[in-house]
């Protein structure tokens, strides 16, 4: 029996690449490792094209490495390619799949004369694209079209654990304005905790489908945390990345109102990062906020790039990441979340997880502070998302939702300039003084 192959979002994406656009681009498909790049690439190639061909750069054989050393004669190159792989080919119905096509850069760069020959598709798969060394000796084709792919969204989690109704259940209350109820509400925040503490990497959520087993679910995450730090020595051999990375739960349980790099490494300086957290973010694996310096439309015009917070890309590795020192049973957010008795210190779970809800939707993440005329206390909110020609912003609680100084002394100094005001917290829906106070399983359907 073999591996299940989850239902994604991107699918629709790649076919509207097929039907629109195969013709001129080659397809790259970007994202974290272990996200299901691979298995949905090979899926869309099983069901969309008559014949296909896979070729994995991390697993594959010697001779066909070395066909990429000469691709001027294209009639021969494709004669050998299936030769060696046994597959034929056909004339505008077979796509050729390059995996993990940044660790052979040759490949890469032959994407620009196999789309210009045009007989086949060609979709490739990478994971830390940007590193120098990966493309300071090759030209880039121009003749790619990207997508990102991320960890399965909350939608997406529930179609892999059989829920077909929750996700609908959840916009129609959303588009209706409407409270859940008292046993509605418990059951969407249960189902929504599940969520936060298994993640939305394929192999674990695979694992608690097989084994309904969260210490299981925790030892794969552990995995999966450890070949990004690997990873992460690719980019910086001094580790200083890995240390940005684990020290990422640490920043923003401390409430500060930035990312504060002497946690990760006493005497860091922000020249020392400059170019780390570019390749940190071309790896996929953290998301990143900018202090918008004026917040309106164009936020990306006047962020402080000096200035941010980030996240982890996957909610579960979050969980998994900031108990990665003690072991499963020792893991208090495992019990607390599933009890729904997450101390207000833990709050910082939630905003992790909206970080990573608004990305999938195509935000760029923003957050803004302002001083108190009365104290040395910041004002902060903790997000703002673009809206046509106005600004929305978003305040995370994980207890007392309430109180929100914050938000009402944001919106009193840019009130107009801002479209609709959120409370994401963990009680159920209300409209009240011209807030929406919306429980955290609908941020993803804003």
């Given at each position: 029996?073999?591996?299940p192959?989850?239902?994604?979002?991107?699918?629709?994406?790649?076919?509207?690449?097929?039907?629109?656009?195969?013709?001129?681009?080659?397809?790259?498909?970007?994202?974290?490792?272990?996200?299901?790049?691979?298995?949905?690439?090979?899926?869309?190639?099983?069901?969309?094209?008559?014949?296909?061909?896979?070729?994995?750069?991390?697993?594959?054989?010697?001779?066909?490495?070395?066909?990429?050393d000469?691709t001027?004669?294209?009639?021969?190159?494709?004669?050998?390619?299936?030769?060696?792989?046994?597959?034929?080919?056909?004339?505008?119905?077979?796509v050729?799949?390059?995996?993990?096509?940044?660790?052979?850069?040759?490949?890469?760069?032959?994407?620009?004369?196999?789309?210009?020959?045009?007989?086949?598709?060609?979709?490739?798969?990478?994971?830390?694209?940007?590193?120098?060394?990966?493309?300071?000796d090759?030209?880039?084709?121009?003749?790619?079209?990207?997508?990102?792919?991320?960890?399965?969204?909350?939608?997406?989690?529930?179609?892999?654990?059989?829920?077909?109704?929750?996700?609908?259940?959840?916009?129609?209350?959303?588009?209706?304005?409407?409270a859940?109820?008292?046993?509605?509400?418990?059951?969407?925040?249960?189902?929504?905790?599940?969520?936060?503490?298994?993640?939305?990497?394929?192999?674990?959520?695979?694992?608690?489908?097989e084994?309904?087993?969260?210490?299981?679910?925790?030892?794969?995450?552990?995995e999966?945390?450890?070949?990004?730090?690997?990873?992460?020595?690719?980019?910086?051999?001094?580790?200083?990345?890995?240390?940005?990375?684990?020290?990422?739960?640490?920043?923003?349980?401390?409430?500060?109102?930035?990312?504060?790099?002497?946690?990760?490494?006493?005497?860091?300086?922000?020249e020392?990062?400059?170019?780390?957290?570019?390749?940190?973010l071309?790896?996929?694996?953290?998301?990143?906020?900018?202090?918008?310096?004026?917040?309106?439309?164009?936020?990306?015009?006047?962020?402080?790039?000096?200035?941010?917070?980030?996240?982890l890309?996957?909610?579960?590795?979050?969980?998994?990441?900031?108990?990665?020192?003690?072991?499963?049973?020792?893991?208090?957010?495992?019990?607390?979340?599933?009890?729904?008795?997450?101390?207000?210190?833990?709050?910082?779970?939630?905003?992790?997880?909206?970080?990573?809800?608004?990305?999938?939707?195509?935000?760029?993440?923003?957050?803004?502070?302002?001083?108190?005329?009365t104290?040395?206390?910041?004002?902060?909110?903790?997000?703002?998302?673009?809206?046509?020609?106005?600004?929305?912003?978003?305040?995370?609680?994980?207890?007392?939702?309430?109180?929100?100084?914050?938000?009402?002394?944001?919106?009193?100094?840019?009130?107009?300039?801002?479209?609709?005001?959120?409370?994401?917290?963990?009680?159920?829906y209300?409209?009240?003084?011209a807030i929406?106070?919306?429980?955290?399983?609908?941020?993803?359907?804003?």
């Amino acid at each position: 029996m073999g591996k299940p192959v989850f239902k994604r979002k991107i699918y629709e994406e790649i076919l509207e690449w097929k039907e629109k656009r195969s013709n001129k681009y080659a397809l790259l498909i970007k994202g974290a490792r272990r996200v299901g790049k691979s298995t949905i690439a090979e899926e869309f190639a099983k069901n969309e094209f008559k014949s296909y061909i896979l070729i994995d750069f991390a697993h594959t054989s010697k001779e066909i490495i070395e066909l990429f050393d000469d691709t001027y004669n294209l009639d021969f190159f494709f004669l050998k390619l299936q030769q060696l792989t046994g597959v034929r080919l056909y004339k505008n119905e077979s796509v050729i799949i390059f995996d993990e096509v940044q660790l052979l850069p040759k490949a890469r760069q032959a994407i620009k004369y196999l789309v210009a020959d045009g007989r086949y598709k060609y979709i490739e798969t990478g994971s830390l694209l940007s590193i120098k060394k990966n493309t300071r000796d090759i030209l880039i084709p121009s003749e790619e079209h990207k997508i990102s792919m991320y960890p399965m969204d909350f939608e997406e989690f529930l179609w892999a654990i059989g829920d077909d109704i929750t996700a609908d259940t959840i916009k129609m209350l959303l588009k209706n304005k409407k409270a859940a109820g008292n046993a509605m509400h418990r059951n969407l925040m249960r189902v929504f905790r599940l969520y936060m503490l298994i993640g939305g990497m394929p192999q674990a959520v695979e694992t608690y489908i097989e084994q309904n087993n969260l210490q299981a679910v925790d030892e794969v995450k552990r995995e999966i945390v450890d070949l990004y730090e690997e990873d992460f020595t690719k980019i910086d051999g001094t580790g200083l990345a890995g240390d940005i990375y684990d020290a990422i739960p640490a920043n923003l349980s401390s409430n500060a109102s930035r990312y504060v790099l002497s946690n990760a490494r006493e005497g860091t300086r922000a020249e020392q990062v400059r170019e780390l957290i570019p390749d940190m973010l071309s790896s996929f694996t953290v998301n990143i906020a900018y202090h918008a310096n004026n917040p309106g439309v164009g936020m990306s015009l006047t962020k402080d790039s000096g200035r941010y917070k980030l996240f982890l890309s996957d909610v579960g590795l979050f969980v998994t990441l900031a108990f990665k020192d003690k072991n499963y049973i020792d893991n208090v957010i495992y019990n607390k979340l599933l009890s729904d008795k997450l101390d207000a210190n833990l709050g910082y779970i939630y905003e992790n997880v909206v970080a990573q809800m608004l990305t999938a939707k195509g935000n760029n993440l923003f957050y803004y502070t302002m001083d108190s005329d009365t104290s040395n206390h910041l004002y902060e909110i903790d997000f703002l998302i673009s809206v046509r020609d106005k600004i929305c912003p978003i305040e995370v609680k994980s207890g007392n939702y309430r109180s929100h100084k914050s938000l009402d002394v944001f919106c009193d100094k840019f009130s107009n300039r801002i479209s609709d005001k959120y409370v994401v917290h963990t009680k159920d829906y209300k409209w009240e003084n011209a807030i929406n106070y919306i429980p955290v399983y609908m941020v993803p359907f804003l």
